[in-house]
């Protein structure tokens, strides 16, 4: 298992994820991503999940996952951004999850 202080400790991005997916066990889910040109109110970047698409549990989502198979290939996201990153003088993140109930209670207790 991953520690907060290990994490804390790292200085560069690493060669591999920190844990399985597996490991998520508060059923963090990934939602969007977007990169704005903060001078401009432009959005850059944007890449957020179809909200149509049906929501299931980690449980279930894991026990899809056929024995063997690369989880890294569903955890990648390609980037191609546009050069206007390169000039943007200020740059601004969003990043959205969704946590299901058990994990916001713990999260904010700890």
Known sequence: MTTVEQVLS???????????LRANTY?????????????HKKVI?????DPKDP???S??????????FDENIIRCIRY?????????????NNFGVFCWPQ????????
Not at 10 to 20: A, F, G, H, Q, V
Not at 45 to 49: A, K
Not at 80 to 92: E, I, P, R, V, Y
Request: aromatic content about 12%.
């Open 10 to 20: 790292l200085r560069k991005p690493t060669d591999t994820y920190l844990c399985s």
């Open 27 to 39: 059923g963090i889910d990934f939602q969007s991503f977007t990169i704005r040109d903060l001078d």
């Open 45 to 49: 970047f944007e890449v957020r999940r």
């Open 55 to 57: 929501s299931i549990s």
């Open 59 to 68: 449980e279930e989502f894991l026990s899809s996952i056929p024995p063997g």
């Open 80 to 92: 191609d951004f546009d050069a206007s990153l390169l000039t943007a003088k200020k740059c601004g």
């Open 103 to 110: 994990a916001r209670q713990e999260f904010q207790n700890d």
